[in-house]
């Protein structure tokens, strides 16, 4: 989504916002511009790269900036539909992430005022509004302005008359400000700004905030002037470079154990997750994400309703949010029901509005996320930070496994806690977790065996991933990294769903990626493969090591490290992903950041 960044203080302004606006960039976008304090206002805005703009950026000395990366939603990427968006005089310009959804009938009674406009955003009523109601207070103008706009909105102005100040709004989008001595930040992401600073502020939903280099001033909607609290982040390793690695999604999926390992750390100190407080009789479980954290709840599904009998749902976000309320078993609401969220960014709006639709029908609610601070873990009643560091690359991949893990410890827990684990069983399933991260070096370490499986792949019209029980979810993650980062199109099914229609599709140009483990639906698994070798697909099969049928039914075939089936999802997983990397690799396309997706969508 989109990335937001200002600066007012006692040094120069330009490259300290495009030094913090290109920590953003893994988000995603396909523009960018900035907005300095001179004698006047000067905007410069280009479609493309950050570095495109920069190209046209005269040097400044403004001690004054906002800028921005934009991920479009309305309106193509272009240089005028580019942020920041200014009124006709340009006294005002205005930065904002999120959609106005009644931009339309207020840009209609504008022009009808007689105001021009020059782009197709949405966001470009916002300084002609800010404009109209300014009668010389920044915040009283902007605070007027909102009365008229309905949407998800960050936004941040700056205003000719006020040479260093910065004013700024949230609504359901990220708005942090960051304090300095003597220089202040506001930013859409902390990533932004922790290279300056780590004393942070987290205004709440439509309190508007003025930034000066030496004040911050918060007020309520009705502009009753507010306390804030001033938090203190851990400062994330820099993560700017890639560490020898030609993208960051192949050093992220190379960072794995670590992250597996790190994450361990805080999960398996005694009784690790007593802070939630998890110690009710659970009628039913709704794991509710989007994308790949989804996968990681259907998998989660399956260790938890195996280890504790509690039914567990599994639910996109956006659909979670307008569906019926929570039901207990039987449609009786037997006891409190427990909703875990999941979300690498903490941001995503969609999951956002399921935690709260969840609180708001009494349930119960936890957050499995990345990053300690982010939307998510200041609205739910209870957190599991998962440690894998700053992912950047767009596609999820050690967030994925460390979501996995998550989930497995606390499917232990909730079984340890009902009584049906006991504690030896509770340490033998820590010490199988525990050997995950030298599982993954073993794939890892045979990345080449992977790489040389690419030439299968790159000119399918279509592949299909398939698996069954606990490893279904990891066909479904599978198609959607070769994808997100390919382009190719990709399906994940259950394996026992090919022959209810998706068979007709199969053929020579359409390989099958099939995952096998000696679980409970293994003999089915090897049904399935001689059916779709029946259709001329080319099968590529995943198995575990030593296995003596896949060899002979499979095209090419991949054993993955002795392992546990329940277990298998962690390597299979890294299977998938470096896969994907290399497939897209050879295509060329851009992997870290992907044509249209973005690393955290906070839009809706
Ligand atoms: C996964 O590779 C994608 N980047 C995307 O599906 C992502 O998982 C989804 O947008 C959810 O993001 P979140 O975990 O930050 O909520």
């Known amino acids: 989504m989109c990335g937001i960044v200002g600066y007012t203080g006692n040094k120069q302004a330009q490259d300290i916002v495009l030094d913090s606006l290109k920590k953003l960039e893994y988000r995603g976008y396909d523009s960018s511009?900035?907005?300095?304090?001179?004698?006047?206002?000067?905007?410069?805005?280009?479609?493309?790269?950050?570095?495109?703009?920069?190209?046209?950026?005269?040097?400044?000395?403004?001690?004054?900036?906002?800028?921005?990366?934009?991920?479009?939603?309305?309106?193509?990427?272009?240089?005028?539909?580019?942020?920041?968006?200014?009124?006709?005089?340009?006294?005002?310009?205005?930065?904002h992430n999120g959609t106005i959804d009644n931009y339309l009938d207020i840009r209609e009674n504008l022009e009808e005022e007689g105001y021009k406009f020059v782009s197709e955003s949405d966001s470009e009523i916002l300084p002609i509004l800010i404009s109209k109601y300014y009668a010389g207070d920044l915040v009283e103008a902007l605070h007027n302005s909102l009365s008229d706009i309905q949407g998800i909105f960050t936004i941040a102005v700056i205003h000719e008359n006020h040479p260093d100040e910065i004013v700024a709004v949230r609504h359901e989008t990220p708005l942090i400000i960051g304090l300095g001595n003597s220089e202040n930040f506001v930013a859409s992401d902390i990533y932004a700004v922790l290279k300056y600073t780590q004393q942070i502020i987290y205004p709440d939903d439509n309190q508007i905030v003025r930034v000066t280099p030496e004040s911050i001033d918060l007020f309520d909607s009705s502009l009753k002037p507010l306390e804030y609290v001033v938090e203190t982040v851990e400062k994330y390793t820099e993560v700017a470079e890639k560490g020898g690695?030609?993208?960051?999604?192949?050093?992220?999926?190379?960072?794995?154990?670590?992250?597996?390992?790190?994450?361990?750390?805080?999960?398996?100190?005694?009784?690790?997750?007593?802070?939630?407080?998890?110690?009710?009789?659970?009628?039913?479980?709704?794991?509710?994400?989007?994308?790949?954290?989804?996968?990681?709840?259907?998998?989660?599904?399956?260790?938890?309703?195996?280890?504790?009998?509690?039914?567990?749902?599994?639910?996109?976000?956006?659909?979670f949010r307008y569906a019926a309320p929570v039901q207990g078993v039987g449609g009786i609401l037997s006891s409190r029901p427990l909703v875990v969220l999941i979300s690498q960014s903490g941001e995503t709006a969609d999951t956002l509005a399921a935690a709260r639709a969840a609180k708001q029908q009494g349930c119960y609610t936890i957050a499995v996320c990345?990053?300690?601070?982010?939307?998510?873990?200041?609205?739910?009643?209870?957190?599991?930070?998962?440690?894998?560091?700053?992912?950047?690359?767009?596609?999820?991949?050690?967030?994925?496994?460390?979501?996995?893990?998550?989930?497995?410890?606390?499917?232990?827990?909730?079984?340890?806690?009902?009584?049906?684990?006991?504690?030896?069983?509770?340490?033998?399933?820590?010490?199988?977790?525990?050997?995950?991260?030298?599982?993954?070096?073993?794939?890892?370490n045979s990345s080449e065996g992977i790489k040389s499986l690419v030439p299968n792949f790159v000119n399918a019209k279509s592949v299909f991933f398939v698996g069954r029980n606990i490893n279904y979810?990891?066909?479904?993650?599978?198609?959607?990294?070769?994808?997100?980062?390919?382009?190719?199109?990709?399906?994940?099914?259950?394996?026992?769903?090919?022959?209810?229609?998706?068979?007709?599709?199969?053929?020579?140009?359409?390989?099958?990626?099939?995952?096998?483990?000696?679980?409970?639906?293994?003999?089915?698994?090897?049904?399935?493969?001689?059916?779709?070798?029946?259709?001329?697909?080319?099968?590529?099969?995943?198995?575990q090591k030593g296995d003596q049928h896949v060899p002979k039914i499979s095209d090419k075939y991949f054993e993955i490290p002795e392992i546990d089936p329940v277990l298998s999802p962690f390597p299979v997983a890294v299977f998938m992903q470096l896969l994907s990397y290399y497939i897209a690799h050879e295509l060329g396309t851009d992997i870290d950041k992907p044509r249209n997706l973005a690393k955290s969508v906070t839009v809706e």
């Open 33 to 95: 511009g900035i907005a300095l304090k001179e004698d006047k206002l000067v905007i410069c805005k280009k479609e493309g790269p950050i570095s495109n703009m920069e190209e046209i950026l005269p040097k400044s000395n403004s001690s004054l900036a906002i800028a921005h990366t934009r991920w479009a939603t309305h309106g193509v990427p272009s240089d005028a539909n580019a942020h920041p968006h200014a009124d006709a005089d340009n006294s005002v310009a205005v930065v």
């Open 245 to 319: 690695y030609e993208h960051f999604m192949l050093k992220e999926i190379f960072e794995q154990p670590k992250a597996l390992q790190d994450s361990q750390t805080e999960l398996f100190i005694d009784n690790p997750l007593e802070g939630l407080s998890l110690n009710w009789k659970i009628g039913s479980i709704s794991i509710v994400a989007c994308g790949t954290s989804y996968h990681a709840g259907l998998v989660g599904k399956y260790v938890i309703e195996q280890l504790t009998a509690i039914p567990v749902s599994v639910d996109y976000s956006s659909e």
């Open 473 to 543: 979810p990891l066909a479904l993650e599978g198609a959607l990294k070769l994808k997100e980062i390919s382009y190719i199109h990709a399906e994940g099914y259950p394996a026992g769903e090919l022959k209810h229609g998706p068979l007709a599709l199969l053929g020579e140009d359409t390989p099958i990626i099939a995952v096998a483990m000696q679980d409970h639906t293994y003999s089915k698994l090897l049904s399935n493969i001689e059916e779709m070798s029946a259709r001329k697909a080319p099968v590529i099969t995943l198995c």
């Open 370 to 444: 990345n990053v300690p601070g982010s939307r998510i873990t200041r609205e739910v009643d209870g957190v599991i930070i998962t440690k894998s560091g700053q992912e950047i690359g767009v596609a999820a991949t050690k967030t994925f496994l460390t979501q996995m893990q998550a989930l497995y410890v606390l499917g232990t827990h909730l079984a340890f806690n009902s009584g049906s684990l006991d504690h030896p069983q509770l340490k033998l399933w820590e010490s199988e977790i525990r050997k995950l991260p030298s599982k993954i070096t073993q794939v890892l």
